[in-house]
T-cell receptor, first 111, second 113 residues
């Protein structure tokens, strides 16, 4: 049974702070890792993907992957109230194959 | 217009009724998925299809069936709806060989009384 685990939160950070979201996965064969953002009542949208160990930066977002520890994280720098959403971690065995989602972490950025 | 369209967006039905949720896409993707989302349980895969002749069960396929009528259309059926099938249902597509990103429809909220 493949499992993806996230702290459900809620996580609250003040505006301008760094938000750190964490995800662990059980399948050592997992190859692709994704972070989706989901606003309340809306569909998930991709914000980051990462395939290789290390850091990947895109604007205020940084994804970090450590395959040895089976751990992927998302850092949001200079958090804004518009970042308030649920963040879903997703893992797949190979690109475009089945995706396994965590339960999501609810983030609130306090103005 | 949305690239991945789901109908209906909201549906209330009674136990025992047959329900079909429809999904159509204009992205030209071969791969299509049906997920359900429940509070505290995240997104769980019901069925997926990699082309018109390929249908695969996901984590929670019991009580559901699907039909891939064309590359662009993938329907989910509940043959005899029960209250614990009350959930938000998402259709999604992806492109093989791409980034692996899933493109979601806007969701169909189903309530079974």
């Amino acid at each position: 049974q493949k499992e993806v685990e996230q702290n459900s939160g809620p996580l609250s950070v003040p505006e301008g702070a760094i938000a750190s979201l964490n995800c662990t996965y059980s399948d050592r064969g997992s190859q692709s890792f994704f972070w989706y953002r989901q606003y309340s009542g809306k569909s998930p949208e991709l914000i980051m993907f990462i395939y290789s160990n290390g850091d990947k930066e895109d604007g205020r977002f940084t994804a970090q992957l450590n395959k040895a520890s089976q751990y992927v994280s998302l850092l949001i720098r200079d958090s804004q109230p518009s970042d308030s959403a649920t963040y879903l971690c997703a893992v797949s065995w190979s690109t475009g194959n089945q995706f396994y989602f965590g339960t999501g972490t609810s983030l609130t950025v306090i103005p | 217009d949305a690239d991945v369209t789901q109908t209906p967006r909201n549906r209330i039905t009674k136990t025992g009724k047959r329900i079909m949720l429809e999904c159509s896409q204009t992205k030209g993707h071969d791969r299509m998925y049906w997920y359900r989302q429940d509070p505290g349980l995240g997104l769980r895969l019901i069925y997926y299809s990699f082309d018109v002749k390929d249908i695969n069960k996901g984590e929670i396929s019991d009580g559901y069936s699907v039909s891939r009528q064309a590359q662009a259309k993938f329907s989910l059926s509940l043959e005899s709806a029960i209250p614990n099938q009350t959930a938000l249902y998402f259709c999604a597509t992806s492109e093989p060989g791409g980034t692996g990103e899933l493109f979601f429809g806007e969701g169909s909220r189903l309530t079974v009384l």
